[in-house]
């Protein structure tokens, strides 16, 4: 007796039919309602187009980097445990974690390359739906949304660049700091500022300094923008992002 038949033969059984009244009915409406009233499956879409499962040449920027924001996230966490924002600790715990701490550089450098990785990998994903045109209707509050994202990214790797705490960090969030003292409007050497009231100690600078030079309230305020309050927005901003990427009728284009 082959398999099929054993199987027909179990469906059409009286104690089956009394179990299962009626079958069940392999049809698009069904496949899109199990997914869509399953807790798990729901979040992925009902329907994948042809074109989105296929290798392109842009090698899936967007999703390898959202892949690379869990992995900062991840890493990110565990570096927390050893590092103190403090200007008296924050430089030796990073050397604590480079080589005390077991698999404490591993952490550190993936943390570090996954994030620039990161800011690669959004450059690219922005580039291609650019130049595919994926940013036109219906998309275009959706190109919005990602051209946020992309702020928040640099934001997040810039405030990262200071937690080391060592000359490089410094100098380089001295000099990129200054940049906010023009501004518009908002720094005190911008066009507008100072005629709205803004001063060098009341202004865009001031705000991410914590005073009028790099120092200790400036590490403390980077760290919290770092760890909370960047992380948390991008993520806002990525599941918004990703709601408008399967109500405009999903993936645009080769990934």
């Known amino acids: 007796m082959s398999r099929r038949s054993l199987w027909e033969r179990i469906l059409a059984s009286q104690l089956w039919r009394s179990i299962f009244r009626h079958g069940y009915a392999d049809t698009p409406r069904n496949r899109v309602l199990q997914i869509s009233s399953n807790v798990w499956l729901h979040l992925h879409p009902t329907k994948v187009p042809r074109h989105a499962v296929r290798f392109r040449y842009t090698w899936c920027a967007g999703g390898l980097s959202f892949l690379l924001f869990l992995v900062t996230v991840v890493t990110g966490v565990v570096l927390m445990f050893y590092y103190r924002p403090t200007a008296e600790y924050a430089y030796a715990d990073i050397k604590y974690l480079d080589f005390d701490v077991p698999f404490g550089m591993l952490m550190r450098n993936l943390h570090r390359w996954g994030a620039h990785a990161m800011v690669v ?118 599941v918004l992002h990703f709601w408008r990427v399967r109500k405009d009728g999903g993936i645009s284009g080769p990934l």
């Open 121 to 238: 990998l959004v450059w690219l994903h922005m580039l291609r739906v650019f130049l595919t045109g994926s940013y036109k209707a219906p998309r275009e509050f959706n190109w919005v949304v990602g051209v946020g994202l992309l702020a928040l990214t640099l934001l997040l790797s810039f405030t990262g660049y200071l937690l080391p705490w060592d000359q490089l960090a410094l100098w380089a969030v001295t000099v990129g700091t200054n940049m906010a003292r023009a501004a518009p409007f908002l720094g005190h050497e911008g066009p507008f500022g100072a005629e709205l009231g803004a001063t060098a100690r009341h202004d865009l600078r001031a705000l991410f300094t914590g005073g009028s030079v790099v120092g200790p309230p400036t590490l403390l305020r980077f760290y919290v923008l770092h760890c909370i309050f960047l992380p948390l927005l991008a993520s806002l901003g990525m």
